[in-house]
């Protein structure tokens, strides 16, 4: 139940992210929707591709298109009152990021990856979203931007499933760990903080 919960939030968060996006490219509710959708759901159904979960979970229920549609709906109907957040389409790619790698870890983790491998799959998980979306919208994703992004999931996935390694509960771990990369992610943002970049001679 606390993975379906967690899942459930970091879906919503991440549509979040893609509905505003879409609203800022001006496009149609239904392409605000499936946009939403898909920055949702891209990271979940990687990562059950990888671990063998076919169908992808994302593909099986009616929750995650569900959540979707509600947040892409209120990104097109709403979009004045939403956008009135402070940077709102990052602060909730930040929270989807943290919630997803937590997830991606655990699940990783129960399909009997090790704790090293789960915590790269959580990774790929909670950046998978965020590629889709900026690839969709003709944006280079920002794991590829030099920004502090892959690097605050990896954290947050790393807490979950070395914590389960050392059998701490995952009631304690997991808030930790997608607490350490929104915290990471925020702050990275707000100082400007990245990676160096290669600079070819």
Do not use: Q
Request: proline share 4%.
């Amino acid at each position: 139940m606390l993975l379906l919960l967690l899942d459930l939030a970091g879906t919503f968060v991440f549509a979040l992210s893609g509905g505003l996006r879409g609203v800022e490219r001006r496009l149609d509710p239904f392409g605000v929707v499936v946009l939403a959708f898909v920055a949702a759901v891209s990271g979940g159904v990687l990562r059950d591709l990888l671990i063998g979960a076919v169908p992808a979970a994302a593909l099986t229920t009616w929750y995650y298109l569900a959540v979707s549609i509600l947040a892409g709906g209120a990104c097109y109907f709403a979009h004045g009152a939403v956008l009135r957040l402070a940077t709102p389409i990052a602060v909730s790619d930040a929270i989807g990021l943290g919630l997803f790698a937590v997830v991606g870890a655990r699940k990783a983790l129960n399909a009997g990856l090790s704790p090293l491998m789960a915590a790269i799959l959580g990774m790929l998980t909670a950046i998978g979203g965020g590629i889709a979306r900026d690839v969709l919208t003709n944006r280079t994703p920002m794991v590829l931007r030099g920004e502090v992004y892959a690097l605050a999931a990896l954290a947050g996935a790393c807490i979950v499933t070395f914590g389960a390694a050392a059998d701490i509960p995952d009631a304690v771990t997991a808030p930790i760990g997608a607490g350490l990369t929104i915290g990471l992610r925020l702050v990275a943002m707000r100082h400007g903080w990245s990676l160096p970049r290669a600079r070819p001679r």
